[in-house]
Structures are given as structure tokens and as C-alpha cells.
């Protein structure tokens, strides 16, 4: 479906004649060109400047409104009248040449099809044209409810549909917020060294007959299944270091003592944490060993820097590293600051924030967990979670998350706060070095996807964010 000018989508599935019309109202054309702009370029639209019709306006809340709208029976007729002579252009009906089939046969045989598209073109072009109007704007495609619609008759409905709230501001200026500052210690920066270490380790063949122990990187053939009878799996050639902390104890413990050729069970209890597919169960895996290696790990030396290709020394090295570790966390304390920041800005309101955007936030963390089993090759649909339930549970925070948009963007509005051409072009060219595209790849790809406008309003978030770190008072532990 073509985007809207107005941003929407159809409006509402509504009832006509009493049975249930499936189809949605704002597919024609001319529902995109509400009647304002057309009075500069044409005749006046009839429907938009003409039509006689009473409009009451209700705030149901501070966020949900309703226009009720009532349209004479003339207007309405006239609508009926052509639809149906539209109609009785194209259809063909036994007994009558194309195009010639009487309007009373038309309207008797296609009654609910022609009072759709009556009140589909009615809606269309009345609501939106209130909208503008008024200066309302909806934040989603207002619902259309309680349609009446018969031949002779006034045709009544109602929309429904949310705005912003009119916010009165907190004083944003000095909040008080406690966050952990960027610090990094010698320690942090020897055990980074030394998973640069461990990532150019080799593994060495065994010569030596004998057990495997802790430490041994083994090579398996192994068989999996969970005991309640679920699914299992079979992997073969599959490297396992024994003692690696991300291994589950047990798997640990009965991988030492085996013996080239040997074949084992080993069962594995799982907490809850594992992963969806084993969490809670408890796994037999039968383990085949068909070689070990003994993993080398370089010294921690000059010798072991210089062989990174980029440092003449270890001391080099460790400067390199403690500047991207201080770097890495200076942005992790940013994020923690400004979490804290709207954290506290959202404690001193308490407005009510629109259905609409709480559904959004809601969705968008369901669809953000499905994403990350999906690349960790887990199929979100075959996973033990009840998604309509995790969706609920993620309620309250959306609520907060919506707060925190709305009033930033209400910080943002009064400060005169917006993405700049230049701030924009500069974010397109970080987002197209890291992924080895061009910057006008980039561009036209987000602006294909309509994701250029999400980029700016990113921007002016930071740069609203930027502002009330500048007002804050912030202590760092």
C-alpha cells in the first residue's frame, strides 16, 4: 500500500447494513490529496468544501479524541449514486449487455459492495480534511466506529484516535543523578592482553599417550537429546577446550579421563538461563574423543606484540589497549549518565501517554529479542516462550520509554533542537566505513527504507540528551 501524505495507512474495517465490511478505507488515491492543497491548484472539492455535514469534537482524554461526524442523506446519495454507476459500467450480469445493466439491478445485486465504497470515499475524504482543519494530528490512523450507512439516510460514524499529550515540563535544569565513571585499571588491561593471547594461541598434537585433562582442547563426535524425550542433534568434528568457563561444569568434568576412541555419556542439568531450546532440562550427550591437542599460549613479551604487526613493544602494546579500553568505557558511563538523566526526568511527571506509543515500544522489544535468538541460529518460533506474554511483561517499561519520548521531543521543540544536513551526512559516513559501503549506498538505502528520518531523529535525541547531561548535576563513582 503507498504511504499516505498524512503518514497513514487505511483507517478502520467498519459495519454496513449490518454484516461486517472487510475492507479498509483509505486505499483510493484521492484520500492523499485532502482537499486544502487542492484549493490552490483546482476547483474546489466538493465533498472537502461543500459537503454539508455536523462534526462534534470529543477529548475522550487527554490523548484520546473522537470526531463524530453526520453527512446529509443528499451527499450521501450522490456517493451511493456513483459508485454504483462506476459499478455498472464494468459488471456483467446475464441477460444484460456489458455496460448496460440497470442502475436499480446494480444497487440490489451489489448493495454492500456499493455501500462500502460509499462510505469509503465519505470517510476518506471528510476525516481528513476535519484533521487538517483542526490541526489535529493523529498518531496512528484514526479508527473508524459505530459507521451507519443506508440508502436515503444520513450516513454517521465516529473516529477515534490519539494525540500527543500537552505536556507542562519539569524543570530539566539540574538533575541530580549518581552513575560509575570511566576507569580503567592495570588489571583490566592485562586481561584484554591476555585474550589476545588466548586468540593467537595454537594447539599442538598430544605426543604422549595418556588421559585428557583440563586444559586439552579435545576432538569429538557427539550425539545430543534431552531425557524428557525432546528434540536432539548429532555434531561431528566439533573442537572443545576442557576447563573453558563457558562450558557447563559437568560437560567439564566428564570430558577428563577419556582416552582416544572412547565413547562416553554425559549428562548436563541446564538452569533456566541456558538456551530456549535446553533451558531446564537436563541433556544425555554421548561423546566420541578422536584426538586432543594441547593449546600453546604465547608469553606475555615484546616478542608477542611485535607479532601483532602494529607494536615494537609490549609496553606499546598496553598504551594501544588502555586508550580503546578508557574509550570504550567513557561511552559506557555517557549511557549510564544519561540513562540516569531521564530516569529521573520521567519521575517528575506522571501524564498519561498515548496507547499507541506504548504499543510500539512493546513491539519493538519483542521484535529486538526474536532478532537476537534469530542470530544466534535459533528459530524464535520453536522456542519454549510465550510471546504474547513476554510482549505484556514488557508493558511498563514501554509506558516509561514512551514518557521519556515525549518529553525530549518536547525539550527538543522549545530549544530549537534539530539534526543537522551536515550531522546527518557525518552519521551516513561512520554507518558506511563500518560497513564497507559508500556513503550515497548508505543514504540510499535508509532512504529507501525510510529509515533516513529515524537517523535524524536519533541525532536530535543525542544532541537533547547532550543538553541535559550540560544542566546536570552528575556525581561519578
Not at 180 to 185: E, I, Y
Not at 299 to 306: H, N, V
Request: proline share 5%; with cysteine; aromatic share 4%.
Amino acid at each position: 500500500m503507498p504511504e499516505r501524505a498524512w503518514g497513514f495507512e487505511s483507517l478502520l474495517p467498519h459495519v454496513i447494513g449490518g454484516a461486517k465490511h472487510p475492507r479498509f478505507l483509505a486505499d483510493s488515491v484521492l484520500s492523499l490529496f485532502v482537499c486544502a492543497p487542492l484549493l490552490r491548484f483546482a476547483q474546489a472539492s466538493p465533498v472537502c468544501e461543500a459537503t454539508p455535514l455536523k462534526v462534534d469534537y470529543v477529548e475522550e482524554s487527554s490523548v484520546r479524541k473522537a470526531l463524530a461526524f453526520e453527512v446529509e442523506s443528499e451527499q450521501v446519495q450522490r456517493e451511493i449514486d456513483a459508485r454504483a454507476r462506476e459499478l455498472a459500467r464494468r459488471v456483467k450480469l446475464p441477460g444484460f449487455r456489458p455496460g448496460k445493466v440497470p442502475l436499480d439491478v446494480v444497487k440490489k445485486r451489489f448493495k454492500d459492495e456499493i455501500l462500502g465504497d460509499a462510505a469509503e470515499a465519505i470517510v476518506n475524504k471528510v476525516v481528513f480534511h476535519e484533521l487538517d482543519g483542526r490541526g489535529l494530528k493523529p498518531l496512528a490512523p484514526p479508527r473508524v466506529e459505530e459507521v451507519k450507512l443506508e440508502e436515503g439516510q444520513p450516513m454517521s460514524f465516529k473516529a477515534v484516535f490519539e494525540t500527543l499529550p500537552l505536556v507542562e515540563l519539569p524543570d530539566w535544569r539540574g538533575l541530580r543523578v549518581t552513575a560509575r565513571g570511566p576507569k580503567v585499571t592495570d588489571a583490566d588491561v592485562e586481561k584484554e592482553i591476555d585474550k589476545l593471547r588466548e586468540e593467537a594461541a595454537r594447539y599442538d598434537p598430544v605426543d604422549e599417550e595418556r588421559a585428557t585433562r583440563s586444559g586439552d582442547v579435545v576432538l569429538l563426535d557427539l550425539a545430543w537429546k534431552p531425557l524428557d524425550g525432546g528434540k536432539g542433534g548429532r555434531d561431528e568434528n566439533a573442537l572443545i577446550e576442557i576447563g573453558n568457563e563457558a562450558n557447563h561444569k559437568h560437560m567439564n568434568a566428564g570430558l577428563e579421563g577419556l582416552s582416544v576412541g572412547e565413547t562416553k555419556d554425559i549428562e548436563v542439568a541446564w538452569g533456566k538461563d541456558a538456551a530456549p531450546a535446553i533451558a531446564g532440562k537436563t541433556v544425555r550427550y554421548t561423546v566420541t574423543l578422536k584426538g586432543m591437542k594441547k593449546k600453546v599460549v604465547p608469553d606475555r613479551d615484546d616478542e608477542f606484540a611485535k607479532d601483532l604487526g602494529e607494536f615494537d613493544s609490549l609496553a606499546a602494546l598496553a598504551d594501544k589497549v588502555r586508550q580503546q579500553l578508557q574509550a570504550a568505557d567513557e561511552r559506557r558511563s555517557d549511557r549510564e549518565v544519561k540513562g540516569a538523566l531521564v530516569e529521573a526526568l520521567v519521575a517528575k511527571t506522571g501524564f498519561e501517554v498515548p496507547e499507541t506509543l506504548v504499543e510500539r515500544h512493546m513491539s519493538a522489544r519483542t521484535e529486538s529479542l526474536a532478532r537476537g535468538l534469530a542470530y544466534q541460529g535459533i528459530d524464535p518460533r520453536k522456542v519454549a516462550v510465550d510471546w504474547k506474554q513476554y510482549r505484556e511483561s514488557t508493558r511498563e517499561d514501554s509506558v516509561r520509554a514512551a514518557r521519556a519520548d515525549i518529553l525530549l521531543g518536547e525539550i527538543a521543540r522549545r530549544e530549537g533542537i534539530e539534526a543537522m544536513e551536515a550531522e546527518v551526512d557525518s552519521e551516513l559516513g561512520r554507518i558506511a566505513e563500518r560497513s564497507g559501503r559508500s556513503r550515497e549506498q548508505v543514504r540510499s538505502q535508509l532512504a529507501k527504507e525510510g529509515d533516513l528520518s529515524a537517523l535524524a531523529a536519533r541525532i536530535r535525541e543525542e544532541k537533547t540528551l547532550d543538553l541535559l547531561k550540560s544542566n546536570a548535576s552528575i556525581e561519578l563513582t
